[in-house]
Every structure is written in structure tokens, then in C-alpha cells.
């Protein structure tokens, strides 16, 4: 592992007074976030509460969003079943039970649906498309969360045969973006969750306010900036995660030892969502969405049970692959590293990955192989957008998707081994040294007497603290 370089970002200028100097360490860590307005600070320390955020702030448009209400509301009228498609993480399954539980309000004829990760994959795709209609013959609308903006096929077999479907995403679209699409609400400035929350609080303010906890959860677990619109769901959706009354989110509480009263972001990100994760990582995601939205203490204490069973298998299995994968990955000096075994599960190669990246600060591809066909997750280094590197060489994937520091995708396992080799060779230009030394950003250095309760309490101004805001 190569050494972390400091960076340090700002500097003291020997302020005479203890309380003068505690305000200019708290300016600069603004100024190193961005902040350095007066009108910039005061949206940063006290964000726009999320039922006042406008859609064009959220870069949503707002006759996609129009043209959404006026098709739910005839499928109601029409008694025609919906179905509102999920995706299996965190960020989906919380949009999903946002927009399914809006939709109950309603009275609408409405089911939740997460794919099956091993024999579906991920997102929309044709064929479930086809096995929903033949099990709900009228079915008439279908409106994905956290994923659909790269699903050309799938939207243009449910049109075929008799379906709208509206998209719900905040992904980067590709070259398979879904022009039959009936609407489509799309904006990269917030999460699935926070999109389907803002879906949700056009249909109705009053009841949207009840989701916060979610939207909050999808957000954080995303690993999402929290600056501008993304802070307010985290800002407030964690004031209501902590007064939350959802039965199974108050099992998990229980379960990890989590006082409410003191939930932040870490909660969230460390002890939360990797066991909400945990079920579409092993088993079925629908399990942490009925955990999400039942109301019966009983089935709450049985789903986080199994959720907490679950999350602690997901734990050993991933140290298992990440030993393997290091021993490999130590046996390659390319700039990216790409890793393939039909020993990898499939559930994991994501969080595999993100450790190779860990230990070794390179881009990693870890493939699941399974007979013909093999899935890989990507995670990568910042500065490198790795979904955009991928699609240099998209001739030899089955389909994909992603960010900038995250994507998946599905190949041929007779077509690993040149893409590996065509994907090494187009980002070594691309890969500099530069981006592969792994750098500290320090906000500013302190002497140890600049050290008090009172100065946290100053730094505590800045919460939630995350990506984006560390």
C-alpha cells in the first residue's frame, strides 16, 4: 500500500481570542467544503427543509412529474394494478416502500416488487416484465425506483404489451436510455429514495412528511454527498429516524444496540442499512422492504431477526472473498484491478471490491462467474469515473449501469478476459499517477490547547457529516 499524503487545506491566522479562534476554525472548514458566502454558510448550517426544496433546485422536470400525477390518478380511477419496481439496496427498497405506501394511500391497486438479484439481476428487464403481466392481466402501469433510466428494452417490451411505465432514476444514463417511457422523473442531484419521496410529497405534502425516515436512510446509505438538497433529507430524515415509530426500524434499533436519541449518519451507514442490504445481498430484498413498512411488532421482531441472521453470514462471507481477492490483486501491478471466480457470491462482489479499493487505492472490478454468464461490481478512485470507462469498451457487456465511483454490469465469461485487457489498455492514459496516490485532506492544523468541548460543540454545527461533508 503505497503512503497517504497530507493535504492540508487551510491555515490558522493566529486569532488573539480563544472564541475568535474557534470561529475562524469553523469558517475554514466551511471555506473547505465550498462555503464561503454569508448567504452560503447559513443554507449550509440550517438547510431547506425537503417540503420546500423546488423542483427546479432538484433539476426534476416539473411536466415529467405533472404528466406521472395525471397517469396514477387514471390508473386509480380505472382500478388498473400497478406496480411500483424496485431495486434490491438500501436506497431502492426505502424509495420503493415511500412510493408504495403514498400509493396505498390513495387507495390505488398497488404492489411493491424488488428483482431477485441472481435470477433477475438488476433492474427492469423484459422478461419479468412479461412474467407480471401474465400474473396480473391488468396490469397497466409500472413505475421503477433507483433504477430504469438504461432499460430500452425492458420499457419498450412492456409497451408492446399493453404497459406504461414511468422511470424513477438518478443513475447515469447511457446509451439504452428508455424512450418509450410514458414519463420520466430524472435528476442526478438526489437519491432513488429522495426522488420517490419528492414523487411522494407531490401526490401529498402531509403524508410525504411521514417518510422522511426513509428518505434520510436511502440517502445516506448511497453514499451520496450531502451537500444542497441531499443535506436536507439527511438533516431532517435523521430527526426522524431518531423519532420513528416503524416497528421493524425500532427492532433493528434493538437488535445493534443503537439509542435512538443519538442516531447520525454513521448509525446509518455502519449498523442500518448493512442490514437492510444484507437480504438482496444473500436472499430476497422484498424481506427488508416488508421489515420497512409492516406495522405489526411481531413480524417486525421475526424480518430483523432474519435480517440480523442474514447480515451476519453477509460478514463472513465477504472476509472469505476479500482474502482471496487480495492474494490475487497482490499478484498484479495493472493500474485497475479486475478480479473474476466462480467462488465469488454474487451478493458481495460490490463490498469486495470496495475493499480491494481500500487496501490498494486502484479502481476494482470483481466478477461472480456462474456458468456462461458473469456479474461484476466496480468501484473506483476519486477522480476516475469508472462507469464512463467502462462504456469505452461496452461492445462486450450484456448490460450496465452506475456512477462515477460505483457501477455493475453482466458479461459473456468468454469475453472477461478482453475486456479486461481493452479496459486496462484505454485507461492507462487516462489512470495518471496522480490519481492513484491516495491523498489525506486535513482542514487545518491545531495546537493541542485549541482543543475543547467547546470547539467540538462549534464542529458539531456542521452535522450530518458524510460524503461531501466529512
Known amino acids: 500500500m503505497k503512503a497517504i499524503k497530507w493535504k492540508v487545506l487551510g491555515k490558522l491566522q493566529n486569532s488573539k481570542t480563544p472564541s475568535n479562534k474557534k470561529e475562524e476554525i469553523v469558517n475554514i472548514l466551511l471555506e473547505n467544503r465550498g462555503i464561503k458566502k454569508r448567504q452560503e454558510r447559513e443554507e ?37 394494478k400497478i406496480i411500483v419496481y424496485g431495486d434490491y439496496d438500501a436506497d431502492g427498497v426505502s424509495g420503493t416502500a415511500i412510493l ?74 447511457g446509451e439504452k436510455y428508455p424512450e418509450d417511457a410514458f414519463a420520466v422523473i430524472h435528476t442526478k442531484e438526489i437519491g432513488g429514495a429522495g426522488i420517490a419521496w419528492i414523487l411522494s410529497r407531490e401526490i401529498n405534502k402531509d403524508f410525504a412528511l411521514g417518510q422522511l425516515d426513509l428518505a434520510a436512510m ?43 436519541k443519538s442516531i447520525d449518519t454513521y448509525h446509518v451507514n455502519f449498523m442500518i442499512a448493512p442490514r437492510i442490504n444484507a437480504m438482496g445481498r444473500l436472499a430476497h430484498a422484498i424481506e427488508s422492504l416488508r421489515l420497512l413498512c409492516t406495522k405489526s411488532p411481531t413480524k417486525a421482531l421475526e424480518l430483523s431477526t432474519l435480517l440480523e441472521k442474514t447480515n451476519r453470514d453477509r460478514q463472513n462471507l465477504v472476509e472469505e472473498t476479500v482474502v482471496h481477492a487480495k492474494e490475487k490483486a497482490l499478484k498484479t501491478n495493472e493500474k485497475i484491478i479486475i478480479l473474476h471466480s466462480d467462488n465469488y457470491h454474487e451478493g458481495i462482489i460490490g463490498l469486495a471490491a470496495s475493499r480491494l479499493v481500500e487496501e490498494f487505492y486502484r479502481p476494482s472490478i470483481v466478477l461472480s462467474i456462474k456458468g456462461d454468464i458473469a456479474k461484476a461490481s466496480a468501484r473506483s478512485v476519486s477522480g476516475f469515473n469508472i462507469i464512463k470507462a467502462i462504456r469505452l469498451v461496452n ?34 492514459t487516462l489512470l495518471t499517477e496522480s490519481l492513484l496516490q491516495k491523498r489525506l485532506k486535513i482542514d487545518v492544523e491545531l495546537e493541542l490547547s485549541d482543543v475543547s468541548f467547546d470547539l467540538i460543540d462549534k464542529i458539531k454545527q456542521l452535522e450530518p457529516f458524510g460524503i461531501g461533508n466529512p
Open 395 to 428: 461492445e462486450y457487456l450484456i448490460d450496465g449501469g452506475g456512477h462515477e465511483m460505483a457501477a455493475g454490469f453482466s458479461i459473456e465469461t468468454k469475453n472477461i478476459e478482453i475486456f479486461a485487457k481493452q479496459l486496462i489498455r484505454k485507461s492507462r
Open 100 to 173: 408504495w405506501e403514498a400509493l396505498w394511500g390513495l387507495k390505488a391497486d398497488v404492489l411493491p416488487y424488488i428483482p431477485e438479484r441472481f435470477s433477475e439481476g438488476y433492474g427492469l428487464n423484459a422478461e419479468s416484465v412479461k412474467n407480471l403481466k401474465s400474473k396480473y392481466k391488468n396490469l397497466k402501469l409500472i413505475i421503477t425506483v433507483d433504477n430504469g433510466i438504461v432499460a430500452r428494452d425492458a420499457v419498450k417490451k412492456a409497451k408492446d404489451i399493453g404497459i406504461n411505465v414511468i422511470i424513477t432514476d438518478h443513475h447515469e444514463k
Open 44 to 80: 449550509f448550517l440550517n438547510p431547506i427543509h425537503p417540503r420546500d426544496l423546488t423542483l427546479e433546485e432538484l433539476k426534476v422536470d416539473k411536466t415529467q412529474v405533472e404528466k406521472t400525477i395525471r397517469r396514477i390518478k387514471a390508473a386509480i380511477v380505472n382500478k388498473e
Open 218 to 260: 436511502g440517502t445516506i446509505a448511497d453514499q451520496l454527498p450531502l451537500i444542497g438538497p441531499n443535506r436536507s433529507f439527511a438533516k431532517y430524515g435523521i430527526l426522524a429516524l431518531r423519532e420513528t415509530k416503524r416497528p421493524g426500524l425500532r427492532e433493528i434499533y434493538n437488535l445493534a444496540s443503537i439509542d435512538p
